[in-house]
Every structure is written in structure tokens, then in C-alpha cells.
């Protein structure tokens, strides 16, 4: 098929190159030239796992990157819209980019003659297809949706670090569809997967992908209060999971507690749907509750390490990581990025490493932390080490050349049993 597909980032990208990979026609379209360039050069401008591969595959083959999305939308037969919907200040989402995408989208619609299938892949609260999306595409394009062109909505569950794992096998593909034409293409695109497709509604859709967002981070702002819990009678969260993991009803996934959830979903996907939630009159209690959790565990975090190694103004604490997970560059909404803001509000002299996020990190900090191109370098002198990221080499660190060998884990990389005994270690929740 000739597929287009509006906006380049995590989502875009990836949905890009995974339909090329699999032989479709595919031109990605995005706003930023650098980004556009670098596609076209097969240098993807995000990091993940076998996105270098497959671009170096089919750039130049079957996938390329435009500025122009009416052109992209006139020479293909389908159109995925995978824009960005960020949170707004109060938590709701902010549909602006999607909005506008969709006139854009609408405008080349009115020039087509074939029937044109608009795929939503953005994460929209359930309701926007059908009442924001649809009638801007209705009116730019003059034409009724599931008559003059088809609407669908196809939620994504890329995990940052596995895009490409998780795009060639997902789990579950969610279509919903505004209309049997719609359907029937879309079932044909993806019958290539070795996935079953569930076919829905369009907010069932949306639905669908706020309620798995909203579920898994809860678990984790479970774990992290069962955990502090845990530690406060001496318990080993970490034990506690492990049994409760064996039960086939909770799997021991995301039952890993810590200094909490960060990324550019489950925070951002939990806030809007409270903020929904409290616009329908129904008060969101286990929704706030799993945000209030996870934002007073970077804070508990620092309070362990205060507790640890005294008041931190003027210590040099080494930090551990900066993206809001192992295996991402990554900072959005990071608990690693929260806790370095906490260390400089104390004016604490912070040295950090991470080996994939510092340049992000830069964009923040600017020179008011050191940047360690080394975990040896960042520990060098250190009043105390904190582990904030779970990259796997952190699961190996050598303290021996730090000044004070205080170390607080947020992210249990390390081998307890076996620490050197002059480590003062502790975890945030064991
Ligand atoms: C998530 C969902 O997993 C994915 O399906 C959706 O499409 C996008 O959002 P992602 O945000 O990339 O993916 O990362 P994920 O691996 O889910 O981790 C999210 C956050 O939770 C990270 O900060 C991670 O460190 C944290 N986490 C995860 C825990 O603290 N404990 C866990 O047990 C698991």
C-alpha cells in the first residue's frame, strides 16, 4: 500500500519504517527539516534498538521524509496522523497539533478521487476522533466521513527502548473504525502480523489505550506504596513481588518498585484522564492517588539521601542516570531529572552520567551539573552515589573511588548480598 504518515517522533518514526520494512510505500512528514534531513540520510534522530537497520533497509527504497504533507497525502491511499498531544498546564491534553494536522490532512482529502482511509494514531482521549477529529476533516475536505473517506483509530503501545520489538510483534493490534470500507483495509494491512486484530469502535479505541496506560502505572504506584510500606516493617519489596508475581492473575511485571513512572505516556495519559474523568463529574480517587504516589517517591528519594549523608549543600553527589529509563536517551518527565532539580535547589555540586541522555539532559541543565563520560568518572570523590536509571551496566559499579561510600538505589540495579562492606547502601523502598 501507499501509506503517509504525519509527524516523526517516537511514534511516527517507527510506524514509518515498520510498514516500509514490510514493503508498503511509506513517506513520513514532519514540520522539522533537521529531522525530515536526517530521515533521509537513514540517521534516525531518535535512539532505538534496529531503527538504524531497518532505515539504512528502505531509505531511499520505499520510505522517505517530506516537509509537505498535502503532496504525502495525495500520492498515498492511507494516512496515519501520530502528532504529539502533550499535556496542557492543568493536565488536559493539548490537541492543537493534531487539530491542525487534520485540516491539513482534510485540505489534500477534497483533491483526492479514491477513497482515502485517515488512520489516528496519536493518544487521544476517547471522544476526539469522533467529535474534534472527524468534523475538521469533514469540513477542510467538504466530503462525510465513511462515505467520501474512511476514519479509524489505532492506538500504539510502543514501550521506548523496544519500538521496533513491539511494532513487528505487539501484543494486541486495537483498530477501531467509523466504518466497514475502513476496517476491511486496515485488517488487510496489518493481517501480515503475527498478532490478531481486535476490531472496535473509534473511542473503544481510545478508550482501550488510556485504561492499559493508566492500569500499568498504577500497578507501579502500587508497588512503589506496598513498597514503602515494605521497608518501613523491614520487608523486601522486591521478595513480596517475586510472590506475588507467581500468581498467573498479576505476572511479576511492572511489579519493580522504585522512585516511580516517568516517559511521555503514563504521565501525561493518567493526567488527562483524570482531568476527563473530573469534566464528566466523576471524581478520578485511584487515578490522583496513583499520580500523588509517583510524584512524592522522587522526593522520599531525596529524603533517604539526606537521612543518609546529611544536609547535601556543597557535597558533590554522583548521579547515576538521567532518562526516565534504561535503554531510551529520553528525559521526558524523568524522576532522574526531577530528583537532579531537588540536588540543585539544595545546592548540592551534582555530577551526572548517563550513557544515552546526557545530551538531553544538557538541554536542561545547561553547565549547572558535570557531565561524567564514565559511572567511574561520575562516582570519583562522591559524598554519595544515587541511582536513579536502570541501565544494565549499573548493575556493576565500583564505589572504591568515591569519598564517602553512601550509596541510595532507586532502581534496585545492584547485587546487595554482595556489596563491598564498607558501602553504605539503601533502596528507596527496601
Ligand atoms: C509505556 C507503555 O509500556 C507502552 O505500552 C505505551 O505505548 C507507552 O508507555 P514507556 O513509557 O516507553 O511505555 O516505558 P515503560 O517501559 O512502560 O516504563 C514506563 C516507566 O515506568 C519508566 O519510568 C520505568 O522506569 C517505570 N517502571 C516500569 C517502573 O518504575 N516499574 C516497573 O515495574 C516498570
Known sequence: MNISVVGSGYVGLITAAGFAEKGHNVVCVDVVSSKVDSINRGKPLIYEEGLDEILRAVVGRNLSASMDLHAAVLASDITFICVGTPSRPNGSIELKYIKESARQVGLALGEKKGFHIVVVKSTVIPGTTDNVI????????????????????????????????????????????????????LERLYAGFPTGLLATDLKTAEMIKYASNAFLATKISFINEVGNVCKSIGVDTYKVAEGMGLDKRITPHFLRAGIGFGGSCFPKDVKSLVYRAKELGIKPRILKAVLDVNHTQPRRFIELARKKAGSLKGRRVAVLGLAFKGGTDDIRESPAVAIVHELLKEKANVVAYDPKAAGNARDVFGDRIVYAASSADCLRGADIALIVTEWEEFRKLDFSGMKRRIVVDGKRMLDIANLAKDVDYEGICW
Open 134 to 185: 472527524k468534523p475538521i476533516l469533514e469540513k477542510a475536505s467538504g466530503r462525510k466521513a465513511g462515505v467520501g473517506f474512511g476514519l479509524a483509530m489505532n492506538p500504539e503501545f510502543l514501550r521506548e527502548g523496544f519500538a521496533v520489538e513491539d511494532f513487528r510483534k505487539p501484543d494486541r493490534i486495537i483498530v477501531g473504525a467509523s466504518d466497514s470500507k475502513s476496517m476491511g483495509v
